[in-house]
């Protein structure tokens, strides 16, 4: 299969593996860009994922992929929701699911994930059973190399959170998350093919992959696939 290079906006090296690895499967290649990183100033996911395309893909010059996602936690109102990555950041009303103030600390990703993962348990202690359960929700903007959106797809995976971290894999939250995709194991304890045969990103992707597929049938002039192409 010849290989297609895509640009994806992002920041995060767990990220871009797991493009590598869904895309790559589907004969894509993916390109990082050293742009610098866009503010995400919007209330939610789409509106973040798309003023990220749009940033990238000005600066690439190139059809681009970006996307925002985050862990969303019904018993603590939608958080962490959009400020998944840097929750430890945040001062938070957990009984209104809001986000009070934000302050940067500048520490690094490892060490900024580890202290996500901590303030969701402490968040979440006393919260036994249904209440404990959670999803990853994840939506992936495409943008024209002059920065238009051209499409935008979105992804959930479903499981529960755990009372301490299990596993070595994967990146963020997802030593506390057992999917129900994966048995209950969480998306760190599974390998890489195992959590991206089910998760989120997977799930956006495949509808990413099947636009991308009709907007080439329609360059070239083959397929009916106007409507999916708008
Ligand atoms: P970019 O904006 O540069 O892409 P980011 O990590 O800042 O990277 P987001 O703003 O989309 O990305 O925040 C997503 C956060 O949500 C991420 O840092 C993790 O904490 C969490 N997250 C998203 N997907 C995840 C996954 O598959 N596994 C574990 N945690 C995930």
């Not at 404990?132 to 992936?140: G, L």
């Amino acid at each position: 299969m010849s290989s297609h290079p895509i640009v994806l906006g992002t920041r995060n090296p767990g990220k871009l593996r797991e493009y590598q690895s869904i895309l790559g499967e589907l004969g894509y290649e993916m390109v990082s860009v050293d742009a610098p990183e866009p503010e995400e100033t919007a209330p939610d996911f789409e509106g973040n994922a798309r003023l990220k395309a749009t940033a990238y893909a000005r600066y690439a010059g190139a059809l681009t992929l970006a996307e925002d996602a985050g862990l969303v936690v019904p018993v603590l109102g939608g958080l962490p929701g959009v400020f998944s990555a840097r929750f430890a950041d945040c001062e938070v009303d957990p009984s209104l699911g809001k986000v009070l103030s934000y302050t940067p600390s500048g520490r690094p990703r490892p060490s900024l994930d580890e202290a996500n993962r901590l303030r969701l348990l402490e968040l979440l202690a006393g919260h036994e059973g249904e209440a404990r359960r959670a999803y990853f929700q994840m939506v992936i903007a495409v943008a024209d190399a002059d920065g238009t959106i051209l499409f935008t797809a979105s992804g959930e995976a479903y499981g529960r959170i755990l009372y301490e971290p299990r596993g070595e894999g994967g990146f963020g939250y997802d030593a506390l998350f057992a999917g129900d995709e994966t048995d209950g194991f969480t998306f760190a304890e599974v390998d890489a093919a195992r959590k991206n045969a089910v998760s989120h990103r997977r799930k956006a992707l495949e509808k990413v992959h099947t636009w991308l597929l009709a907007r080439q049938g329609l360059l070239t002039g083959h397929g009916e696939c106007h409507k999916l192409a708008q």
